[in-house]
């Protein structure tokens, strides 16, 4: 019933005064409207709960890195030491996935909503209320409760946006539960004016909202500064690569390969293998590939050199030699670090270098002739200024 209404009973019910003195009616109709009265309050002052008893809290993950609580609701921690090539060992309760472009180091941390009233729901967002100060170098990601955040594709970029937060836990949102949740760093390669090595720090908000009143009703704040901050470092990787209709190069402590049964005049070359006549013999070359990795270096481009660290048994009818072309010429390669051939002076990072490596058979005869096995051992160095 509106008030409007309420006010025309009112009139209605009203006593009438005779010119006697006496009330006729009133001992039955006041009380009725003041008991109206009593009942129009209470609807007017009847309220829906709203999201302040809602409890948010933040906590460290098993398996994650640790937090320590601070006040204000804020908890401190730090991902350790990182490089874009994602080499050596993490920090405790970090995961490393190094990436085509980078390395993501993720973790994971835990979220709970309780104390909303039946049937409200919390969810969450997040942004970087204060960013690192090298932000090429260093990037925030989240990964909501929704996934497994166990992988990269997981994760995206947190927004450095108060109004357009990045979702943590999506809506409609939780209620007296408990969720685990995804924290990552990428650190992209970044070479040249853009590299960045040292420490940097970093906060992150995280909101709570009452999907059901679309209220805030509680805010945290992780710092990655704890006890000292993210660094990041140099790193440098050159591996080897079976190139298309070479020799297989097998991985291991060292690359390996195998040229398996040569002779001085270049009769029936195994697989992988092709020959060109020299001198005094034969050269058995085959292709393989140089793939240099670095990163946080000012420089872009990298110095690639090889030499014989260890000869031959027999040094005058087994020669390694290097061309860059399958054809030649072929030139024998240093057999000292002072001596060492160089392959390339321009290197770029996550590049692929096709290169020919030759093995030279000697066609001598008489007392200085060998045959059996023999093996050598190629160093490469990779120098970034």
Do not use: W
């Amino acid at each position: 019933m509106s008030f409007r209404q309420y006010e025309d009973l009112r009139r209605t019910h009203l006593p009438v005064v005779k010119s006697g003195g006496k009330v006729c009616g009133a001992s039955i109709r006041r009380p009725l409207a003041r008991l109206f009265i009593l009942a129009i309050t209470a609807i007017g002052l009847s309220k829906p709960a709203t999201a302040q008893n809602g409890t948010f809290t933040v906590s460290a993950a098993p398996g994650g890195i640790a937090l320590a609580a601070g006040g204000g609701g804020t908890l401190s921690g730090q991902f350790g030491t990182m490089n874009a090539l994602g080499l050596g060992t993490p920090g405790a309760g970090v995961t490393v996935i190094p990436l085509t472009n980078g390395a993501l180091y993720l973790t994971h941390y835990q979220i709970n909503i309780s104390g909303l009233p039946n049937p409200h729901l919390g969810a969450v967002t997040a942004f970087v209320n204060s960013n690192f100060t090298h932000p090429a170098a260093l990037i925030m990601q989240s990964c909501p409760s929704s996934s497994t955040c166990n992988a990269s594709g997981n994760f995206s970029a947190i927004s450095l946006n108060a109004g357009a937060p990045t979702t943590v836990i999506p809506a409609p949102g939780i209620s007296n539960q408990t969720v685990t949740v995804g924290l990552a760093i990428f650190v992209p390669d970044n070479n040249g004016a853009a590299s960045f090595t040292g420490v940097d720090t970093a906060r992150i908000t995280l909101t709570a909202t009452d999907t059901t009143n679309n209220k805030n009703f509680a805010t945290a704040e992780i710092r990655l500064d704890t006890p000292v901050g993210e660094t990041v470092q140099t790193a440098v990787r050159l591996t080897l690569a079976t190139a298309t209709g070479g020799l297989t190069i097998t991985p291991g402590a060292d690359f390996s390969m195998n040229f398996g049964n040569v002779n001085g005049l270049g009769f029936g070359p195994g697989a992988g293998l092709t020959t060109v006549a020299a001198a005094g013999g034969v050269v058995y070359s085959t292709p393989y590939v140089l793939q240099p990795s670095f990163s946080a270096f000012r420089s872009t481009t990298a110095t690639i050199k090889t030499f014989v660290s260890t000869t031959f048994a027999h040094p005058t009818v087994l020669i390694l030699r290097d061309a860059a072309a399958s054809a030649g010429p072929y030139n024998n390669i240093g057999t000292t670090a002072g001596t060492a051939t160089q392959i390339t002076a321009a290197a770029a990072d996550r590049s692929s270098i096709t290169r020919f490596l030759g093995l030279f058979v000697s066609n001598t005869n008489g007392a200085t002739a060998f045959r059996g096995s023999d093996s050598a051992t190629l160093t490469f160095t990779m120098t970034v200024p």
